[in-house]
């Protein structure tokens, strides 16, 4: 069974820092390409970045500015979320997804085809 599990989210004053991870189990994703969603209570999922299958190419929403980078471990089948100065409107559940062996990068979620639980930040002002 593929399972991707986000964790690393938590309550975080304004300016403040976490590194989500995304361990994947049940298969290898080494040749796809991942990336990170986060929905705010009330709104649609959006895209927040996406990393190639080696990791050389990342690709960020404009909102994220430089504050997050998005990072893998192909020998751990994991990915990461480095977000620094973060802001109340960064609050929200941040997902993690996976392509089905395709190397590129997409910010489309349709062309996500596995995606984990979410896991919880929240940024107090």
């Known amino acids: 069974q593929v399972q991707l599990v986000e964790s690393g989210g938590g309550l975080v004053q304004a300016g403040g820092s976490l590194r989500l991870s995304c361990a994947a189990s049940?298969?290898?994703?080494?040749?796809?390409?991942m990336g990170w969603f986060r929905q705010a209570s009330g709104k649609a999922r959006e895209f927040v970045a996406t990393i190639n299958w080696r990791g050389g190419m990342t690709y960020y929403a404009d909102f994220v500015k430089g504050r997050f980078t998005i990072s893998r471990d192909n020998a751990k089948n994991t990915v990461y979320l480095q977000v620094t100065g973060l802001k109340p409107e960064d609050t929200a559940v941040y997902y993690c997804?996976?392509?089905?062996?395709?190397?590129?990068?997409?910010?489309?979620?349709?062309?996500?085809?596995?995606w984990g639980q979410g896991t919880q930040v929240t940024v107090s002002s």
């Open positions: 997804a996976a392509r089905d062996s395709v190397a590129s990068t997409t910010r489309w979620a349709s062309d996500y085809s596995y």
């Open positions: 049940g298969r290898t994703f080494s040749n796809s390409a």
